[in-house]
């Protein structure tokens, strides 16, 4: 018998063909279901639904309540506030079948979805983008990009720790935690 290397609350429900990586937790009521890959160190939150084949890398935050269905892939050290939600069918009607039709959804690297939000599916979520609580997303999202609303619209910009970036006038910014030095340039940033 080989060891199990995650942990799972016992009132959570694993579906045989998952592939589940070590020091992952699972805890209560929360449903993992068949033929999804979850990276290590992941942490899913109580009551949370990841539907068949989503793909999360390794430290992926799932926080209480999320729904996170079937075309969805997140890439390492993204977080998902509570409550929050993808979509994965773009005009779902209780009596048409659309499981062929299913959009997909790409969260990049340390990406954070606020709580409360709704994200609609077919969208990229860009590396290190913010999404604030409650927004809606119907567009991609650039990297580095803070977004808030609904429907969601930017802000601004911000660093790899969370922070604003305030750009100057030669497009450098720099984040006041880690001392990361930004650029702006045509519209994307970069980190230097």
């Not at 009551?47 to 068949?52: K, Q, R």
């Not at 773009?90 to 048409?96: G, M």
């Not at 935690?177 to 340039?185: I, K, P, V």
Request: glycine fraction near 12%.
């Amino acid at each position: 018998m080989v060891e199990q290397e995650y942990y799972a609350h016992e009132t959570a429900v694993i579906d045989e063909g998952c592939t589940i990586g070590k020091g992952t937790k699972v805890w209560h009521f929360s449903h993992i279901m068949q033929g999804c890959v979850i990276g290590e160190e992941c942490n899913i939150g109580q009551n949370v639904v990841v539907s068949p084949k989503v793909v999360l890398g390794r430290n992926v935050k799932v926080q209480n309540n999320v729904s996170i269905y079937t075309g969805v892939v997140c890439d390492d050290d993204v977080f998902l506030g509570p409550s929050c939600v993808f979509t994965n069918v773009i005009n779902p009607r209780s009596a048409i079948s659309r499981k062929d039709q299913y959009a997909h959804t790409h969260v990049g690297k340390g990406a954070t979805i606020g709580a409360n939000s709704t994200i609609v599916c077919g969208h990229n979520i860009g590396e290190y983008a913010f999404i604030g609580a409650g927004a809606v997303v119907t567009k991609d999202i650039p990297d580095y990009a803070l977004y808030v609303g609904n429907p969601a619209y930017q802000l601004g910009w911000i660093s790899r720790c969370g922070h604003r970036l305030e750009f100057d006038s030669e497009g450098n910014a720099q984040c006041p935690e880690s001392g990361e030095r930004y650029c702006l340039h045509n519209g994307k940033v970069s980190i230097l």
